[in-house]
């Protein structure tokens, strides 16, 4: 049997592509080129950073929250900071300024029980010995201050002088014990944190103005004024920008709007 000669076909076989592309749901389309026997890949950096996560957005509420979560996140270098009388704001990244964590100021809930929203509050009597006891320590001498205004017998007061004394309003009237003489100063001082969960506290000389009813019936108007309000949230907002600044050394810390 003379011998047949035998040929094998591999049926399919192709020389190795030079490269190929794929659609990355995340990264969009990629890119691999042919070195040697493996790929490699030559997809260009996108223009806009790809995130896998949702862009990290944060509000605090206190200064203290701030500084422990910029000491343990944020990266100075890569960082800005930005403050104006309305809060403080970091960046994470100074060059994108999308990811970042926000410090609102607002007014303490000392400041808004004496002064209000704005440079002033008008109180009759038994809401501002209310608040004066709700607050003792913010008052300066409230533990003279309260007795004055708490024996205070104004629906028996006969007079009233506010310019005979240039440090006090004085009362006069009469009770089973004749007359009596009773003096509030025209001056309060109070000790209290400006902005709300501020570690700082600050002396604001306020204005007591006192208004007598003109009509029968009628109450008395107590009113806490603060003439200096603008100059005293600017010295507010300095103190509290000082105070994260220290705590935060090497940060850029840029006072105006982030834009």
Known sequence: MEPQEVKLSLAGTSNPQDGFSIDDKVYGE?????????????????????????????????????VEYVKRYGDATNGIIFFNSAGVLMFFDEKNRVEKVNLPFAQSLELSAFLGKGPGKEFDQKRLVKTIETFPEVVGDSDMLLPCLTLLQMSKQVDFESNIDPDNHTFIYKDKAGDQTTRLPKQIRLWLPFFEGSRNKMFVLVDFEVEMPTSEGARPVFRLLNPRAERTERDAVEMEIETIQKELPGWMFVQGNAG
């Open 30 to 66: 990629r890119h691999f080129t042919r070195e040697g026997d493996r790929y490699k890949e030559v997809t260009l950096p996108p223009l806009v950073p790809v995130r896998t996560l949702k862009d990290r957005s944060y509000t605090v509420r206190d200064s203290a929250s701030f």
